[in-house]
């Protein structure tokens, strides 16, 4: 008997800390806070588990791997935050063979002037044109890439498994999307255009802050190329160029050369 009350007050114990936790994460959610309700769902799945599957432990299951995902999630674009990032990054480039023989590429993505968004249009107009931005940036992705805001009016593209040559492609035409965009209907007077900056490494010893440390300094470079460009660092030459139309328009300063990314060999950015 003693056995079996001992049972039941342990089942009772580890049923009423799920409910705190189930109830915790339920209050969070709400809150947006998801990476801490996540935590608490899957605190609330591991002591279920083991036990026999009930319909309870499927709907924290379910419920977890939403919170996990939203977790993710910059709230404002929906697009990947800076945390996904930085943590699928290093997972990237921690495994080569994720990678295959064409390497990996990220771009940092800068809306231009959007100060000027923000103080003739107020931030939340500016919010929405975020999320305009976003959506023109997720449209042309390839399989297996992703969109992330980097911070502010600034984000990453991701794409693993790309030459140079597929990278630029998509994110001229991701520029492209964007400089076409009819902002004039969201409001009178609108046009909203990005710079870009595109970072590839075939190396499979490639570091994250070396790449994304090319891939400022080539945004910089575009932007101080008349901005509305893609800029990326010619892998023969080593120059910076800027490719597609802006690349027959105008020239970049070649004073400085940028360092290859992955490897040792020290540059300044441009």
Known sequence: ???????????????????SHTTAAEELAAAGRWEAAYQHLRAAVRLLHGQQPTAELDR??????????QSRRDSLTASYNRRYLDERLA?????????????IAIALVD????????????????????????TELDRGLPEGAFCARYGGEEFALVLPGRD?????????AARRRIDRYPWAELAAGLYVTVSIGVAHSSDPL??????????????????????????????????????GA?????????????????????????
């Not at 003693?2 to 800390?17: C, E, K, L, Y």
């Not at 924290?60 to 939403?66: G, I, S, Y």
């Not at 997972?91 to 390497?103: F, I, K, N, V």
Request: charged share 30%; aromatic share 4%.
């Open 1 to 19: 008997m003693s056995a079996s009350v001992d049972a039941w007050d342990g089942a009772r114990g580890a049923a009423n800390i799920i409910g």
């Open 91 to 103: 997972t990237l480039l921690d495994d080569p063979a994720s990678r295959g023989t064409d390497g």
């Open 111 to 134: 809306a231009d002037h959007f100060k000027q968004v923000n103080d003739s249009f107020g931030h939340q107009f500016g919010d929405r044109v975020l999320q305009r931005i976003v």
């Open 164 to 172: 140079l040559a597929a990278a630029l492609r998509v994110c001229e």
């Open 206 to 243: 490639a570091e994250v802050e070396r790449l994304v440390g090319a891939a400022d300094a080539l945004l910089y470079a575009a932007k101080h190329s008349g901005r509305n460009a893609v800029a990326f660092r010619d892998e023969e030459t080593g120059l910076v160029r800027l490719a």
């Open 60 to 69: 924290l299951r379910r419920e977890n791997a939403e919170a996990r995902e």
């Open 246 to 270: 802006a690349g027959g328009r105008r020239d970049v300063r070649q004073t400085l050369r940028l360092p290859r990314p992955g490897c040792d060999r020290c540059g300044s950015a441009p």
